[in-house]
């Protein structure tokens, strides 16, 4: 069944920095595009970043443009979130999420998969 | 800057029919906005209940339909159970590789 594993999360001080990884299993990873979504403590889910199946395509939310960097490693069925200049706003659950249709090279499908996340707590 | 819109939180009694809407601070949503709706129950990570509007994911019941009314989209559940008792995301495409999500909607069985 398909399947996602988030795993790298911790706590971290402000200013450092931290990289997340997505196992992905059940489905062919190079033909489909992911997501990373959070959703910090008591609050709602916040879209973060998007990578199309081939990886030439990538898109940030505003509030991680210039700190964040998704990238994928097809031949290892991983996407990764590599997080810089960590912030205590940045403190959240960590989500991966496969799009729902082949091939989607922006995103417009949306989430038809999630991972169970991984925790990140920004503090000093 | 757009905001996604929801009602914070609904009621349904069991058995019943409730509607949930997603609609924009400016504007109307329509197809071209993939809309798609996910569940989360406190504790665990989101489920995806459907995706394109309309088109329900892998496993779930057909209790749960999606579909644009008027200016916003909706998420319509029929024969509410107590394990419905979820909070509800939606989120649109925007565009240019962005999507947004709503700030949920706390739905209580009772």
């Known amino acids: 069944q398909v399947q996602l594993v988030e795993s790298g999360g911790g706590v971290v001080q402000p200013g450092r920095s931290l990289r997340l990884s997505c196992a992905a299993s059940?489905?062919?990873?190079?033909?489909?595009?992911m997501h990373w979504v959070r959703q910090a403590p008591g609050k709602g889910l916040e879209w973060v970043a998007v990578?199309?199946?081939?990886?030439?395509?990538?898109y940030y939310a505003d509030s991680v443009k210039g700190r964040f960097t998704i990238s994928r490693d097809n031949s290892k069925n991983t996407l990764y979130l590599q997080m810089n200049s960590l912030r205590a706003e940045d403190t959240a659950v960590y989500y991966c999420?496969?799009?729902?249709?082949?091939?989607?090279?922006?995103?417009?499908?949306?989430?038809?998969?999630w991972g169970q996340g991984t925790t990140v707590t920004v503090s000093s | 800057q757009t905001v996604v819109t929801q009602e914070p939180s609904f009621s349904v009694s069991p058995g019943g029919t409730v509607t949930l809407t997603c609609g924009l601070s400016?504007?109307?949503?329509?197809?071209?906005?993939?809309p798609s709706w996910n569940q989360q129950t406190p504790g665990q990570a989101p489920r995806t209940l459907i995706y394109?509007?309309?088109t329900r994911s892998s496993g779930v019941p057909d209790r749960f339909s999606g579909s644009i009314l008027g200016n916003k989209a909706a998420l319509t559940i029929t024969g509410a159970q107590a394990d419905d008792e979820s909070d509800y995301y939606c989120?649109?495409?925007?565009?240019?590789?962005?999507?947004?999500f709503g700030g949920g909607t706390k739905l209580s069985v009772l």
């Open positions: 999420a496969k799009m729902a249709y082949y091939y989607d090279s922006s995103g417009y499908s949306g989430m038809d998969v």
């Open positions: 059940g489905f062919t990873f190079s033909s489909y595009g």
């Open positions: 990578m199309s199946y081939d990886g030439s395509n990538k």
């Open positions: 400016s504007g109307s949503v329509s197809t071209s906005y993939y």
């Open positions: 394109s509007t309309n």
């Open positions: 989120v649109l495409y925007m565009g240019s590789g962005i999507s947004v």
